[in-house]
Each structure stands twice: as C-alpha cells, then as structure tokens.
C-alpha cells in the first residue's frame, strides 16, 4: 500500500511558476513509477508526465514540454512537478500517481494509488 499526498497548487498569474510536491508513505516508492495527472472542469483526467523508478527517464505530454519537469527524491519519497510559463489552459486539479509497472506508463488505469489531489488556477 502507498499513500500519497499532493501539495503546492495555488493561484497563479500567466507566465508564473508553481512547484507540486507528492509525498509517499511507505518504504517502496523506488519502486513505483510515478505520474502526474490533471483534470480540468468538465474533462477527462489527462496524463501530464511521468518518471521512471530510478528517476533516469522522464516523459511528457506535448504541450507542457520545455515549460513542466518531473524530478524524484527516492531518499524523500517525494515526486515534483515544477511547472513554468503557465497558461490558463494549464489550470486543473493536479494529481499524483504511482504504477507498480517496469516501464513509465501514460495510461491512468494502469496506475494503483493516487494522491487527493492540488488545485491550480491561472489567472490571465
């Protein structure tokens, strides 16, 4: 079992930057990969990026690459989201994940714990 708790969403102006943090219980999480996820009003939950256990590959949606970078502190049990340049169409609720898969997964049903997630709005 993991839980994990989402942090670090807030109000935002356009261009802004924003930090999300997901803390992990348990003594496993080098062993997940982990995934952030977003779902605006209204639409379905979007993949957003995702790293791999050992935090060597990363992989994100096309429209938040070069702005959005993943990273993971195995020692903290934490996975971070920084996202730069934001963009109203960046706003959403901002989830976690974690996958007991090998390889980083987009897909949200392959992941098994999800955090509660962290609300980020952009103002224009």
């Known amino acids: 079992q993991v839980q994990l708790v989402d942090s670090g969403g807030g109000l935002v102006q356009a261009g802004g930057s924003l930090r999300l943090s997901c803390a992990a219980s348990?003594?496993?999480?080098?062993?997940?990969?982990m995934g952030w996820f977003r779902q605006a009003p209204g639409k379905e939950r979007e993949f957003v990026a995702a790293?791999?256990?050992?935090?060597?590959?990363?992989y994100y949606t096309d429209s938040v690459k070069g702005r959005f970078t993943i990273s993971r502190d195995n020692a903290k049990n934490t996975v971070y989201l920084q996202m730069s340049s934001l963009k109203p169409e960046d706003a959403a609720v901002y989830y976690c994940?974690?996958?007991?898969?090998?390889?980083?997964?987009?897909?949200?049903?392959?992941?098994?714990?999800w955090g509660q997630g962290t609300q980020v709005t952009v103002s224009s």
């Open positions: 790293i791999s256990r050992s935090g060597s590959n990363t």
């Open positions: 348990g003594r496993t999480f080098s062993s997940y990969v």
């Open positions: 994940a974690a996958a007991s898969t090998l390889s980083v997964v987009r897909e949200p049903v392959r992941y098994d714990y």
